[in-house]
């Protein structure tokens, strides 16, 4: 009767270790898997949920995910809609962990420059927040023109529209200088 109790104390400690093993390597595998996810992925997992930032300034950001391109993502809060390149925030806080891959081919070849061409082409009033740049980093105006790299600002005031008597100065804006571009969809 000893020897029964015997082996039977050994393959449970057996089926023990194994159990134990096969969750670590189950463990080790989600974490590789993790690895590889992207913010972008995060994001896009989060379409039409609320997610929140912290812009580098101290600002706050938040909003709907409305739509993800290559490297910024549209939100939208009540009545503005914000473009945050997905660098600009110091951190994001997105519901749960979820991770959702970018096979949207098309939304993944359209940068920075294809978002904010289109606010141009609209002549939306918006409201640019400079990255680093503290309270005189908030500029309005409209969007004139995008480069391949930069946008050109004419500053005018936010109430006015984009007038020659309204502008008083036109900015060349570093797309790397640029932590969110608001505006109110309509205007």
């Known amino acids: 009767m000893r020897w029964d109790e015997l082996f039977a104390d050994m393959e449970a400690q057996?089926?023990?270790?194994?159990?134990?093993?096969l969750e670590a390597e189950a463990a080790e595998q989600a974490r590789a898997e993790y690895s590889r996810v992207l913010l972008a992925d995060r994001l896009r997992a989060c379409h039409g949920e609320p997610v929140r930032a912290l812009l580098a300034d101290g600002a706050p950001v938040a909003g709907r995910v409305v739509s993800l391109g290559a490297g910024w993502v549209q939100l939208a809060e009540r009545d503005?809609?914000?473009?945050?390149?997905?660098g600009a925030p110091?951190?994001?806080?997105?519901?749960?962990?979820?991770w959702a891959p970018g096979d949207d081919v098309l939304a993944l070849r359209l940068g920075l420059g294809h978002a904010l061409r289109t606010l141009a082409r609209a002549r939306a009033r918006v409201r640019v927040r400079l990255a680093g740049a503290g309270p005189s980093g908030v500029l309005d105006g409209t969007l004139d023109a995008v480069g391949a790299d930069f946008a050109d600002l004419a500053l005018?005031?936010?109430?006015?529209?984009?007038r020659r008597g309204s502008v008083r100065a036109v900015r060349s804006l570093p797309f790397a200088a640029l932590a969110c571009v608001s505006s109110t969809p309509g205007d």
Do not use: F, T
């Open 156 to 162: 005018h005031p936010g109430e006015d529209w984009r």
């Open 14 to 21: 057996l089926a023990a270790a194994g159990q134990q093993a």
């Open 80 to 86: 503005v809609e914000h473009l945050v390149p997905l």
């Open 90 to 98: 110091v951190w994001w806080e997105l519901p749960g962990r979820r």
